[in-house]
């Protein structure tokens, strides 16, 4: 089973980070190291989404 989620964090935090291509053009992402983990969930703003679920 997985889920697919939706959440804003602080841009500050993020301006530190680059964004990856990963796959097609259109696959982007953030790759950020385990260690700072805690502080990207410290710089959450507002409610996590679920907005997909898929199961074997």
């Not at 385990?34 to 898929?54: D, H, P």
Request: glycine share 6%; net charge negative; charged share 25%.
């Amino acid at each position: 089973m997985g889920y697919v989620t939706r959440f804003q964090v602080k841009k500050e935090f993020m301006d530190k980070y680059e964004v990856h291509q990963v796959g097609a053009s259109y696959h982007t992402e953030w790759w950020i190291p385990a260690e700072e983990l805690e502080q990207l969930n410290e710089n959450i703003v507002g409610l996590i989404e679920v907005i997909a679920e898929y199961r074997a």
